[in-house]
């Protein structure tokens, strides 16, 4: 059943950031009244692309999860399992962040803290 779980979360990750891209951003990305912040639309537009997307990030790194619960190993294993795939999804949350603002939303600062902290306790 988790890996039935994991599955979706895997297919509505790329749904959501296929649609999300095709139907809503780009059209939302046309209109002249969006909030310029930092002097233009510009970061606003590139905030509003990777926090899209992060959220399939964090619903692949959710799939994971499922899928190691979901597999037999010793809870030594588990929780190294588990433990980076958290690290990973904030790492590509944080290349993200730092990419799509070019450094200037701090997320990314964050991000790379929680991924480094996972693997510190994962090792």
């Known amino acids: 059943m988790l890996l039935i779980g994991a599955f979706i979360l895997i297919f509505i990750g ?19 009244n969006l909030p310029k ?10 905030v509003l692309r990777f926090a899209w997307h992060l959220t399939t990030i964090a619903w692949w790194g959710f799939a994971a999860i499922l899928y190691f619960i979901s597999s037999p190993s010793s809870v030594l294993v588990l929780r190294f399992e ?10 590509a949350s944080g290349v993200m962040s730092f990419i799509f603002s070019r450094g200037k939303h ?18």
Request: glycine share 6%.
């Open 82 to 91: 588990i433990l980076i795939s958290i690290a990973i999804v904030f790492a």
């Open 14 to 32: 790329f749904v959501h950031s296929y649609l999300g891209e095709k139907y809503l951003l780009i059209r939302l990305f046309k209109r002249d």
């Open 37 to 46: 912040l930092l002097g233009s639309d510009w970061f606003t537009k590139r």
């Open 106 to 123: 701090v997320s990314w600062f964050f991000f790379f803290c929680v991924a480094g902290v996972s693997v510190f306790s994962a090792l």
